[in-house]
């Protein structure tokens, strides 16, 4: 194992605060596109079902702190811990369809829209476990730019797709592409990275925990949106 120094240790923030800045930026830019260029009723509409992606996968990265705790214990079993992950994720699609005609009626959103996105409840989970194992592993500059390179490419996507015709829509498929991208490069990397090591305790302990208080922040902080659309 490398031995941390307070060069390292600067280095490795100053890694994260860059990335961390150009997802802000580009992020930011990404809303303020949208805003120009939709209608006010359409930008609503995205905000909402940005809001609700939120909601639905903060919980979900709860995934991304038991990784990067456990990383050495879940490498081991990687291939198994990709099929439960997909397989939780089929399962909340499963249950997000059901909610989605309510849902779609309470907020005065076309169902199109909750269909558009529905690919990201399927991946979240598996893109949760693997960003946390790339951070858990210390990849460093990996963990702290594939944010960036999503929010680039949601631009990217987003202009291609409105240029075309799609205007709401065209940025919800850009959202649900990229995460998608995302979810399928990050697992090539865990897989190119994976050894076998010694194991450590299992994280079933910690999971709880995390997941309540993760829940809790997801609503707290995104209702307001909800609210306000409805």
């Not at 858990?136 to 680039?152: L, Q």
């Not at 865990?190 to 076998?196: I, L």
Request: net charge positive; aromatic share 10%; with cysteine.
């Amino acid at each position: 194992m490398s031995k941390i120094t307070t060069l390292g240790i600067a280095k490795a923030g100053g890694i994260v605060l860059a990335g961390t800045l150009v997802a802000h930026i580009l992020n930011y830019g990404f809303a303020l596109g949208m805003a120009r260029i939709l209608v006010p009723n359409d930008y609503a509409s995205l905000v909402t079902m940005i809001a609700i992606i939120t909601i639905i996968s903060i919980p979900l990265r709860t995934a991304t702190t038991i990784a990067a705790k456990y990383t050495s214990f879940i490498l081991q079993e990687y291939a198994s811990y990709v099929r439960a992950t997909l397989i939780i994720g089929i399962g909340l699609l499963g249950i997000y369809l059901c909610f989605t005609p309510w849902l779609a009626s309470w907020l005065t959103i076309s169902p199109a829209a909750f269909f558009a996105i529905a690919p990201i409840i399927v991946v979240i989970p598996l893109l949760s476990m693997n960003m946390g194992l790339i951070q858990g592993m210390r990849r460093v500059a990996i963990f702290s730019w594939v944010p960036a390179a999503e929010a680039a490419s949601k631009l990217i996507f987003a202009a291609l797709f409105i240029t075309t015709g799609y205007l709401v829509y065209g940025a919800l498929s850009a959202i649900t592409l990229t995460v998608v991208i995302s979810c399928i490069v990050t697992a090539w990397i865990v897989a190119r990275e994976h050894t076998h090591v010694q194991k450590t305790e299992e994280w079933r302990s910690s999971a709880g925990s995390i997941l309540v208080s993760s829940i809790a922040i997801a609503f707290l902080g995104n209702m307001d949106v909800l609210a306000a659309k409805h």
